[in-house]
């Protein structure tokens, strides 16, 4: 009833009292009794294929024809509900998709891939909430939600391929085939994304580095260092988390004339203390040159990490101590050593020569 008594129908569920699609659509959602946090932020963007956003939708609301569901439906019997990966559980959505212990090992394996760790949430509508949660910035955010949905999409046709095709489930290419599903859908939206399947299989950080640098990245290109400056170009590359590593670095004067380069294998290492081990080699081979002493000395690497390892004490880790103490009694012979950082476009001439580096069974030094 109004003030001035009048009646009149109200909607309500919106706070005018008035009718409206948005108010409906909100009520027609599916709420999970478990999660009042639960939100579909960021799901329905079209950054990968309507069957693959479907598929994902289905399944937080629990909709998909798992054995379960069929056996609910009156479609199987009871006795038929068991996953047919492990043949204990019966298969859920929550159990196919995130619990089934060989699945949970691939969503491990791909957050530590990017560089995270996580613990097993209770569902996966659980997983969605919080995933959809965690990673900001434009592009890289939208990379992280196209891997739930590669992960999740690849975890159910390989499902299929067992139950429909009978094909045992290769969890060797599985890692592969998910990150080359997450590389294609980057590369349909974003058409200059340079790295290739085999780039982010050996390690996540090009992309994340790419997104970084994504509005810079014209403008950065190779420069000679100032008259009376030298500048050493230095990479890692490692093939594993650990692998087989090398470095490589090549230093120019300000014509940018070749002085002297190193192409180097450096055994096991992780990508990380490869770039480190080769900015320590440019200033190792500088100060065992006496041409090269008393000079001002730039170092550039592609590698934020080791970049912010040699420019602020603080951030360091004491496993690398006997490096940086190795650097510092170094430093003595020149005038000055400066440390920044390049992207990786800029930086090829290294990222050559280390990449060879992995591949030579010894040293190779030249000075010209
Ligand atoms: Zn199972």
Request: glycine residues 6%.
């Amino acid at each position: 009833m109004d003030k001035d008594g009048e009646d009149r129908l109200i909607w309500k569920d919106n706070n005018s009292g008035r009718f409206s699609v948005k108010s409906l659509c909100g009520l027609l959602s599916p709420k999970p009794s478990t999660n009042n946090a639960f939100s579909f932020a960021g799901f329905w963007k079209g950054i990968v294929p309507p069957k693959v956003e479907i598929f994902c939708w289905m399944a937080i609301i629990n909709r998909l024809n798992t054995r379960c569901m069929l056996v609910r439906r009156g479609i199987l019997s009871s006795s038929e509900s068991n996953c047919p990966i492990c043949l204990v559980e019966a298969e859920s959505v929550d159990h196919i998709l995130l619990h089934c212990h060989k699945h949970w090992l691939i969503w491990s394996k791909i957050i530590k891939w990017w560089g995270l760790v996580w613990c097993c949430p209770k569902s996966f509508s659980d997983m969605w909430s919080q995933w959809s949660s965690m990673v900001h910035g434009n592009f890289q955010r939208k990379a992280w939600l196209m891997l739930f949905f590669s992960v999740a999409w690849s975890l159910w046709l390989l499902r299929n391929d067992l139950i429909f095709q009978q094909k045992t489930p290769d969890y060797d290419s599985i890692f592969f085939l998910i990150i080359t599903r997450l590389c294609l859908w980057l590369k349909a939206i974003h058409s200059d994304f340079p790295y290739s399947p085999s780039d982010l299989i050996r390690s996540a950080d090009g992309l994340l580095r790419w997104s970084n640098a994504h509005s810079f990245r014209i403008k950065n290109i190779w420069s000679p260092p100032m008259i009376n400056r030298l500048k050493w170009n230095v990479d890692g590359s490692s093939l594993g988390k650990p692998g087989p590593s090398g470095i490589g670095g090549v230093l120019r004067n300000h014509h940018g004339h070749v002085l002297g380069m190193f192409s180097i294998p450096v055994g096991i290492l992780d990508s990380n203390i490869a770039e480190l081990r080769a900015i320590v080699k440019a200033i190792d081979l500088s100060a065992s040159n006496c041409h090269l002493h008393h000079q001002h000395l730039i170092i550039e690497s592609d590698s934020v990490n080791a970049i912010r390892w040699m420019n602020n004490p603080l951030s360091r880790h004491w496993k690398h101590h006997n490096l940086f103490s190795y650097v510092n009694r170094l430093k003595a012979y020149f005038v000055s050593i400066t440390f920044s950082h390049i992207f990786r476009e800029s930086n090829c001439m290294a990222d050559g020569l280390a990449k060879q580096g992995v591949r030579r069974s010894s040293e190779f030094v030249a000075w010209l």
